[in-house]
């Protein structure tokens, strides 16, 4: 039987958190990104 695979859009820390995730529990992650490198002004990240 092959493993569920899954296709992630983004590879920001939503996309990396899930696609670990999914990894650790059997599936096959697929992450995809549009932008060619990281941005140069950096990430904002908000906890409310």
């Known amino acids: 039987m092959s493993k569920p ?3 992630i859009v983004g ?3 939503a996309g990396l958190a ?3 995730r ?3 529990i059997g599936w096959e ?3 995809v990104e549009r932008a060619s490198s990281r941005r ?4 904002f ?3 409310f």
Request: no cysteine; net charge neutral; aromatic share 14%.
């Open 5 to 7: 695979r899954a296709l």
């Open 11 to 13: 590879t920001g820390i």
């Open 18 to 20: 899930t696609a670990l």
């Open 22 to 24: 999914l990894y650790e």
């Open 29 to 31: 992650p697929l992450l």
């Open 40 to 43: 140069s002004a950096g990430y």
């Open 45 to 47: 990240i908000a906890f």
